[in-house]
């Protein structure tokens, strides 16, 4: 296939165009919006791409091609980092001869995301080069960047996108095989950069210092940073998809449009911000630059801390700059999400709301059951934490409200980090027991269908070793596991719900069922791969 020339491409799919170009070894990664397409997108392309079972996996393989000296590309969501940061935080200390890119999608706005959290605190906590791109050829671009940046440090490098990037299209010019195609991989014996006992992580950590201090000084001379001439009474230093709003609400400014957001070329936005009478950092989420700026010295402008919140646009940017901290008016209300008819989960919400129960609920498609009309669910917190969480309520409530608790988690939360729920479940039992009920609709539909270790297919949708949920809970010593479809008899299975809560023991109710809108393709993947057979 001809990758050179023009594209009409958006942020995802850029970077799985790079990664594709750069001839990339092995992407991996966990699904999460609004990164899931970057994946699929590589695959689609001829890449090598799978899922791993969560985002902290996917960052240890991606390690492991990358300590093999191959290349790798390691995507997730903004909280995805948060289940990585582990890793995340050694692997910033380790010579790593390959290409290790880890890319966080950030969602400011909550789109699609439990919170807000501004994942440029994580190259500084960590001490991982961070590029930020502003658009899909800068996306593409810089993963190329990336690579480079990489192999020359021995470091992994962090590419941060946020939703507009990831789903805007521009036209992105590719360059085809651009990067010198990485050595073939070989492993090469570095216990003492590699293996980060005490001993080793002490130097290993004075070291990556040495190198920020040394990349700090590369991007001052050569890093992806811009300055666009304009007026001298007004200033804008920006980054990401702030930079596109800043040009349309302010095209008389002058801007310095950062590139590399960790670490940042401060000597070279000092002299940005003598040329200019007045000088803003404008960014959408926390204020990052803003508070590294104003902690060298230099004078520069926060945004209003209205502006925080959610995602900017032109709008809100020629607001920043006038310093409107007026009440903006509300967007007009969207059509509120909601599960699809037929869909599996209703069934179930249904029921648990006739019960009365308390609902530790977790993150997919059946969070839906928090809003009209079900309001079955009382807590969410992140994926996993359902079992976690219904555990504590179970060991701090009386015994009747004790007895009313239950955990709800779907089939793919599940492999992700509901395992470890399950075995604190058997190793530390509430005196009440607990109940678990798992909602096995045969995908992970939130994100758009991908597939987990427990369908038994790759992300192509190829077969591979498939575990059966049930075997998994029941060879960690949970005796009661029931296997139901709601939807066929919701009284049995409301019956089935009030007797094991009813019991103090530990009970598994899984809800088998596929998500009505995975049907047809699954049914299709199994027939083709039989045929494969
Ligand atoms: C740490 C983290 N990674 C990824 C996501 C994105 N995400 C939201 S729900 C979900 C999985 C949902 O799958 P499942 O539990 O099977 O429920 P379903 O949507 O199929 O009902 C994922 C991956 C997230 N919210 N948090
Ligand atoms: S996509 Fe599937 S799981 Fe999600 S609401 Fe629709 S039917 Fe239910």
């Given at each position: 296939?001809?990758?050179?020339?023009?594209?009409?491409?958006?942020?995802?799919?850029?970077?799985?165009?790079?990664a594709?170009?750069?001839g990339i070894?092995l992407g991996?990664?966990?699904?999460?919006t609004?990164?899931?397409e970057?994946?699929e997108?590589?695959?689609?392309?001829g890449?090598h791409?799978q899922?791993?079972?969560?985002?902290?996996?996917?960052?240890?393989?991606?390690?492991?091609?990358?300590?093999a000296?191959?290349?790798?590309?390691v995507?997730?969501?903004h909280?995805g980092?948060?289940v990585a940061?582990?890793?995340?935080?050694?692997v910033?200390?380790?010579?790593?001869?390959?290409?290790?890119?880890?890319?966080?999608?950030d969602?400011?706005?909550?789109s699609s995301?439990q919170?807000?959290?501004d994942?440029?605190?994580?190259a500084?906590?960590?001490?991982v080069?961070?590029?930020?791109?502003?658009?899909?050829?800068?996306?593409?671009?810089f993963?190329?960047?990336?690579i480079?940046?990489?192999?020359?440090w021995?470091?992994?490098?962090?590419l941060?996108?946020?939703?507009?990037v990831?789903?805007?299209k521009?036209?992105?010019?590719?360059?085809?095989?651009?990067?010198?195609?990485?050595?073939?991989?070989?492993?090469?014996?570095?216990?003492?950069?590699?293996s980060?006992?005490p001993?080793?992580?002490?130097?290993?950590?004075?070291?990556?210092?040495?190198?920020l201090?040394?990349?700090?000084q590369?991007?001052?001379?050569?890093g992806?940073?811009e300055?666009i001439?304009g007026?001298g009474?007004?200033?804008i230093?920006?980054?990401?998809?702030?930079y596109q709003h800043?040009?349309?609400?302010?095209?008389?400014?002058?801007v310095?449009?950062?590139?590399?957001?960790h670490?940042?070329?401060m000597?070279?936005?000092?002299?940005?911000?003598?040329?200019?009478?007045?000088c803003?950092?404008i960014e959408?989420?926390?204020?990052?630059?803003?508070?590294?700026?104003?902690?060298?010295?230099?004078?520069?402008?926060?945004?209003?801390s209205?502006?925080r919140f959610?995602?900017?646009n032109?709008?809100?940017?020629r607001?920043?700059?006038a310093?409107?901290?007026?009440?903006?008016a509300k967007?007009v209300?969207g059509k509120?999400p909601?599960?699809?008819?037929?869909c599996?989960h209703?069934?179930?919400?249904?029921?648990?709301?006739?019960?009365?129960?308390?609902?530790?609920?977790d993150?997919?498609?059946?969070?839906?059951g928090?809003?009209?009309p079900?309001?079955a669910?009382?807590?969410?917190?992140?994926?996993?934490?359902?079992?976690g969480v219904?555990?504590?309520?179970?060991h701090?409530?009386a015994?009747?409200?004790?007895?009313?608790?239950?955990?709800?988690?779907?089939?793919?939360?599940?492999?992700?980090s509901?395992?470890t729920?399950?075995a604190e479940?058997?190793?530390?039992?509430?005196k009440?027991g607990h109940?678990?009920l798992?909602l096995?609709?045969g995908?992970?539909?939130?994100?758009?269908?991908q597939?987990?270790?427990?369908?038994g297919?790759t992300?192509?949708?190829?077969?591979t070793?498939?575990?059966?949920?049930e075997?998994?809970?029941?060879s960690?010593?949970?005796?009661?596991v029931h296997?139901?479809?709601?939807?066929?008899?919701?009284a049995?299975f409301?019956?089935?719900?009030?007797?094991s809560?009813d019991?103090?023991?530990?009970?598994?109710?899984?809800?088998?069922?596929?998500?009505?809108?995975?049907?047809?393709?699954i049914?299709?993947?199994?027939k083709c791969n039989?045929?494969?057979?």
């Amino acid at each position: 296939m001809d990758n050179k020339g023009k594209q009409l491409l958006n942020g995802d799919e850029a970077v799985a165009a790079a990664a594709f170009d750069a001839g990339i070894t092995l992407g991996t990664g966990y699904p999460g919006t609004p990164s899931t397409e970057i994946l699929e997108e590589f695959e689609r392309l001829g890449g090598h791409a799978q899922w791993a079972p969560n985002e902290k996996v996917a960052l240890e393989v991606g390690i492991g091609v990358a300590i093999a000296g191959g290349r790798t590309v390691v995507t997730m969501k903004h909280v995805g980092l948060n289940v990585a940061a582990d890793p995340l935080f050694t692997v910033a200390l380790m010579d790593i001869p390959g290409a290790l890119v880890i890319v966080s999608a950030d969602d400011p706005g909550m789109s699609s995301s439990q919170n807000e959290q501004d994942n440029r605190r994580y190259a500084v906590a960590a001490g991982v080069v961070m590029l930020e791109p502003s658009d899909a050829q800068e996306a593409y671009e810089f993963t190329l960047r990336a690579i480079e940046i990489a192999e020359c440090w021995h470091l992994p490098v962090m590419l941060r996108l946020t939703t507009r990037v990831c789903h805007s299209k521009t036209l992105v010019m590719r360059e085809g095989v651009s990067v010198p195609q990485s050595r073939v991989p070989e492993y090469v014996r570095n216990v003492s950069r590699r293996s980060m006992i005490p001993a080793n992580a002490r130097p290993a950590h004075k070291k990556l210092r040495e190198s920020l201090a040394q990349i700090a000084q590369w991007n001052e001379r050569s890093g992806p940073t811009e300055v666009i001439a304009g007026s001298g009474t007004l200033g804008i230093i920006t980054s990401g998809i702030s930079y596109q709003h800043v040009r349309e609400a302010a095209p008389e400014a002058s801007v310095l449009k950062i590139g590399m957001t960790h670490p940042l070329p401060m000597e070279t936005i000092e002299r940005f911000a003598a040329t200019v009478d007045r000088c803003i950092a404008i960014e959408e989420g926390d204020p990052y630059l803003y508070e590294a700026i104003r902690t060298a010295g230099i004078e520069v402008e926060d945004k209003p801390s209205m502006y925080r919140f959610g995602e900017l646009n032109i709008q809100r940017v020629r607001r920043i700059i006038a310093g409107d901290c007026s009440t903006e008016a509300k967007p007009v209300p969207g059509k509120p999400p909601a599960l699809c008819p037929g869909c599996p989960h209703r069934t179930v919400f249904t029921s648990l709301k006739a019960l009365n129960c308390i609902v530790s609920g977790d993150i997919g498609c059946y969070g839906l059951g928090v809003l009209p009309p079900f309001e079955a669910i009382d807590i969410s917190v992140c994926m996993g934490a359902s079992i976690g969480v219904g555990l504590g309520l179970r060991h701090a409530l009386a015994e009747p409200e004790a007895k009313r608790v239950i955990s709800v988690i779907g089939d793919g939360t599940f492999f992700h980090s509901g395992l470890t729920g399950i075995a604190e479940m058997v190793y530390n039992p509430p005196k009440t027991g607990h109940v678990v009920l798992l909602l096995d609709n045969g995908t992970t539909a939130m994100t758009g269908m991908q597939e987990h270790p427990g369908t038994g297919r790759t992300l192509d949708h190829h077969k591979t070793g498939k575990i059966l949920i049930e075997e998994v809970i029941k060879s960690m010593g949970i005796k009661n596991v029931h296997i139901v479809d709601a939807t066929r008899d919701p009284a049995a299975f409301e019956g089935l719900i009030q007797s094991s809560l009813d019991k103090s023991e530990l009970s598994v109710i899984i809800n088998r069922r596929p998500c009505l809108l995975a049907v047809k393709s699954i049914k299709e993947y199994e027939k083709c791969n039989e045929q494969n057979n």
